[in-house]
């Protein structure tokens, strides 16, 4: 071989003439060894020409600097090469760190929120934070939100950098609150108001009565070719253009507005049939289909009975005084107000509702029941005084014609602040039953909210575990997972996998040493391993393609576990959160509720990966949820494929025990030692479920 590299050498330099010259300071040898023989290669043709000799005979060739120096690795002296090696694995390592900060990975991965930070990023003042921030927010709504809830709280709320004041960095925290966060922030004048809002926001201003602020909002979200007067500006385009907190402001502002302003006026016959319209009955009437007002006075009587009770027990004749009496009706008065009042009013926090249903209650307990008590008083005191036939609050019409008209003027009056006294009264009764309404809404809704927060954290536990699972089989029996690439025996692309190249290889090293007749055991296992090296060298490329593909996908399934990972986090301290809510309250926790798609999903993720435990725990909920809102568990298409899963299920265990029976059958015939162990071991480990894992 160094005879052949001395000829070529000399037949290159032949032609290159003076290119060559023996005074190279690069020598090249077969060996590292101190004795080796060493050619010097004086060019780059020279070198190109002796590497292409040595590959072609499959032998590695080393370089040195002169004859008796260094060793050089890919262009470099070993001690150069390792610094450079520490050096590219602390930067790798670095690399690998950093990409486990969310923010990090979401700039690396995310163009998006990578474009989006910097432009917060370039932000040096308040106004210039508010403009992009504007801008980012804008195009997140017109693109239907491509960052969610936790990229957006990352993009506000990640690392601020150095140039970065304050203030500017206290802005950047207010654009990062949830959206009610943003309208109070607004409200406060913390948020600046974009211009279309500033129009907006002096064109309400100009509206001075209610029926103007409704034709506002009706313009807001009606075309301006289906208004019948659309106004001076453009609001319907104008409003498309706002951000959700801004919206949210706008339409808020506008209903205060329509509570603080006044509406047209109407006739005075028509306000008792309007208010007769709007609240079934007519005027100083008791409103019977008020539930408050039902409910306050089956209390009354209800408590009064049982305080009457105890005041007799406690005397000797049983006869109470009309004083005590008295002191009993109002003490029964308080304590069915009381039953009134929402349990969330007397709770460490009260709701915004119980807050407004127990001060609709004090103003009725304090101010309209008193006064009509009162006014109703005073009409009967005056009745009896000066009307003979007066009688609960009535008089004859002929009697009454016959008053002296001072005694009829005042009589009317008293009447009729009476009769408005006990109207606010019973009004206050109607406006209880919609707080309560409202109250029951919001119960509702926290209840399905508080539901959603439990079942996500059941979701966000599976699909841990599924990423999980798929992250650590991948590292694990990556060597059996088939990739698309390209396979040098065929010369084409195919899926296979390492384990399946070295089988091949091995196989090809069985047959080599059955056709050579080798028929001592040790010359065919050399024989084997001779084939099977070679083979696997053929195939390095592949073998390396295959490793590459296998990283790839190992660092792909590592950032969704920890993806997953940070989910599960999050959903779990929204579900503890839930669950000490209840426990403060004394209240048992509510069932579990997640979406049929999201459940359906979830769970056939699970069945994939054989997670029994989260499959039952998923499958209680579906079956829990038909029943509470009468429908089937599945639809026909998942019931279809329920019943192919089983099939593949039960096809596959079959198949494995009959694997095994015949794996132990044939493992109690004679063997040699080599495949005795071997079907001792695939009969220790059953069938491998990861093996040919395609991808």
């Known amino acids: 071989m160094i005879e052949g590299l001395q000829k070529n050498r000399v037949e290159v330099g032949a032609r290159w ?37 040595a590959t072609g005979a499959k032998l590695k060739l080393s370089t040195r600097i ?24 602390f930067l790798k390592s670095y690399v690998h760190e950093r990409l486990r900060d969310p923010e990090t990975r979401l700039i690396h991965d995310d ?25 980012i927010m804008s195009r997140n709504e017109r693109l239907g939100r491509p960052l969610g809830e936790r990229e957006r709280w990352l993009l506000f ?32 004048a913390r948020l600046p108001p974009s211009p279309t809002l500033k129009a907006m926001l002096g064109e309400l201003e100009t509206r001075r009565n209610v029926e103007s602020v409704r034709q506002y909002q009706k313009s807001l979200m009606t075309p301006p070719e289906e208004m019948r007067n659309p106004g001076r500006l453009p609001l319907y385009q104008m409003h498309k ?70 005041a007799a027990s406690r005397l000797n004749n049983g006869v109470i005084n009309s004083i005590e009496q008295i002191r009993i009706h109002n003490r029964a008065c308080d304590l069915a107000w009381e039953r009134l009042a929402s349990e969330e009013a007397f709770s460490s926090r009260p709701t915004e509702l119980a807050l407004r249903l127990s001060d ?4 009725l307990q304090e101010e309209a029941q008193p006064r009509a008590r009162l006014a109703t008083q005073a009409l009967d005191e005056f009745g009896k005084e000066n009307i003979p036939s007066y009688a609960n609050g009535r008089v004859p019409r002929g009697v009454l014609d016959k008053l002296d008209p001072p005694l009829r003027e005042r009589y009317e009056q008293l009447k009729d602040f009476a009769g408005k006294s006990r109207e606010d009264l019973y009004r206050g009764f109607e406006a209880i039953d919609g707080l309560r309404q409202e109250i029951e809404k919001s119960r509702a809704s926290e209840l399905m909210n508080d539901r959603f927060a439990l079942g996500n954290a059941i979701v966000a536990e599976a699909r841990y575990e599924c990423a999980r699972l798929d992250y650590e089989t991948a590292r694990d029996y990556g060597e059996t997972f088939r990739f698309r690439i390209r396979d040098e025996s065929l010369k084409a692309d195919r899926r296979i996998s390492a384990l399946d190249v070295e089988r091949r290889a091995d196989a090809r090293g069985v047959r080599a040493a ?19 090296a070679l083979d696997l060298t053929n195939h390095a490329e592949t073998l390396r393609e295959h490793g590459r593909v296998h990283r790839n996908l190992v660092n792909k399934l590592e950032v969704e576990a920890e993806r997953a990972a940070s989910e599960r986090l999050l959903a779990q301290e929204r579900a503890q959160m839930v669950t000490r809510k209840y426990q403060e309250r004394g209240e048992q926790l509510p069932a579990h509720f997640i979406n049929r798609k999201t459940l359906t999903e979830t769970q056939e993720q699970t069945i994939r990966r054989r997670l029994t435990g989260h499959t039952e725990s998923l499958e209680q909920i579906r079956v829990a949820q038909s029943r509470e809102f009468n429908r089937p568990a599945r639809t026909e298409t998942e019931t279809a494929r329920l019943r192919a899963q089983l099939f593949v299920a039960q096809t596959e265990l079959q198949a494995r025990k009959e694997q095994i029976s015949c794996l132990r059958e044939y493992a109690q015939q004679p063997q040699s030692g080599r495949r005795r162990k ?9 069938a491998n479920p990861n093996e040919g894992v395609n991808y």
């Open 360 to 363: 609709a209650i004090a103003k």
């Open 17 to 53: 003439g003076s290119a060559v010259t023996t005074d190279s300071g690069l020598y090249v040898s077969l060996s590292n060894d101190k004795d080796a023989p060493r050619l010097p290669a004086g060019d780059i043709r020279v070198y190109d020409a002796i590497e292409r000799m």
């Open 678 to 686: 071997t079907l001792l071991r695939q009969l220790a480990a059953g």
């Open 157 to 188: 709320h990640g690392r601020v950098p150095d140039h970065s004041t304050p203030e500017v960095a206290e802005l950047r925290l207010t654009w990062g609150l949830p959206r009610e966060g943003r309208e109070q922030a607004l409200r406060d």
């Open 66 to 89: 002169g004859k008796d120096g260094p060793a050089l690795i890919n262009g470099f002296t070993e001690k150069e090469y390792n610094y450079r090696v520490k050096v590219a694995g």
């Open 514 to 532: 059955g056709n050579r007749g080798a028929e001592r055991a040790e010359d065919r296992r050399g024989i084997r391993r001779e084939v099977a």
């Open 241 to 310: 253009k706002l951000l959700g907190h801004e919206r949210d402001y706008l339409y808020h502002l506008a209903e205060e507005m329509k509570r603080r302003l006044p509406g047209k006026e109407l006739p005075v016959h028509g306000v008792a049939k309007a208010r007769e319209e709007a609240t079934g009955r007519a005027f100083g009437e008791v409103p019977h289909a008020s539930n408050s007002y039902k409910e306050y006075i089956a209390s009354i009587g209800e408590i009064k009975r049982r305080l009457l009770e105890e």
């Open 111 to 135: 163009e998006i929120f990578r474009n989006a930070h910097r432009t917060l990023d370039q932000a040096r003042t308040p106004e210039e934070l508010n403009r992009a921030a504007h801008d």
